[in-house]
């Protein structure tokens, strides 16, 4: 039995379950809630979730975006999503004096994060890399950041060859929640030249996610939380063939 057909089995076991308490009593523990049901080597960002699937999970009622994996961006500067975050972002609500850098960029289109900048994604297929290209006043100003193509197929391949996505619904008693897995998809993936066709389309897209702690510990200090590659759940068929 390949690895599809043992998930499909797994999850028919958790569908007849019903409501399932949440491990961790948050309105966004969908997603620990069925790595612990699967017993899923979850929390690893280096391999799958379970066996050689990634697991996903989309609320019912929402076209949610779809993280495909996290890759730092490189350049001649380090650690180069703090130091685009420094130059183009723009001033954190509470804390005027520190600059968060937030957002999508799309390969299709320029778009404004914050007033002052607009970015876009380019491939450069010569050099074997989507460029960050950064613009003032339609002129521009700098395209040194990257992530160059063997990085991106390596993790790409490695984490998302075969996904699993559970749709759920959720509901809260008594402060508590739970979620019901009601449907789960199988896909299995296209190719890397996919991949790159789709950014070029718009299709996937990178997100910035440089922020300032509001709370806790490092409260008003800056933290990076990642710099993902994306997709609408709408548009898996996209990168992906589906099995189930």
């Known amino acids: 039995m390949n690895s599809f057909e043992i ?5 028919q076991e958790i569908n007849k379950k019903g409501f399932i308490k949440s491990i961790n009593n948050y309105k966004n523990g969908a997603g620990l ?3 612990h049901e699967l017993k899923s080597t979850g929390g690893d960002f280096n391999i799958p979730d379970f066996m050689d699937i990634e697991i996903k999970t989309v609320y019912k009622y929402r076209d949610a975006d779809i993280e495909l994996f996290n890759s730092a961006p490189d350049g001649s500067h380090f650690p180069a999503a703090l130091w685009v975050s420094n130059n183009y972002g723009y001033p954190d609500n509470k804390y ?8 999508n960029i799309y390969g299709n289109k320029k778009n404004y994060i914050g007033n002052k900048y607009e970015f876009q994604l380019r491939i450069n ?6 460029e960050l290209f950064v613009y003032k006043n339609n002129m521009l100003i700098n395209n040194d950041i990257y992530w160059d193509f063997d990085t991106l197929k390596e993790k790409l391949e490695r984490k998302d060859n075969k996904v699993g996505v559970f749709k759920f619904i959720r509901k809260c008693i008594n402060n508590e929640w739970y979620y019901k897995y009601e449907k789960l998809y199988l896909y299995k993936l ?7 066709d789709l950014i070029e389309k718009g299709i996937i897209f990178v997100t910035f996610k440089v922020d300032v702690h509001k709370s806790g510990k490092y409260i008003g200090k800056i933290s990076d939380h990642g710099t993902s590659f994306r997709i609408y759940f709408g548009n898996m068929h996209k990168l992906f063939y589906k099995y189930y």
């Open 33 to 35: 809630t069925i790595e």
């Open 190 to 196: 296209k190719s890397f030249k996919t991949f790159l």
């Open 7 to 11: 998930l499909k089995s797994k999850y």
């Open 125 to 130: 297929r010569t050099s074997k890399r989507i």
């Open 96 to 103: 005027k004096n520190i600059k968060v850098f937030k957002g």
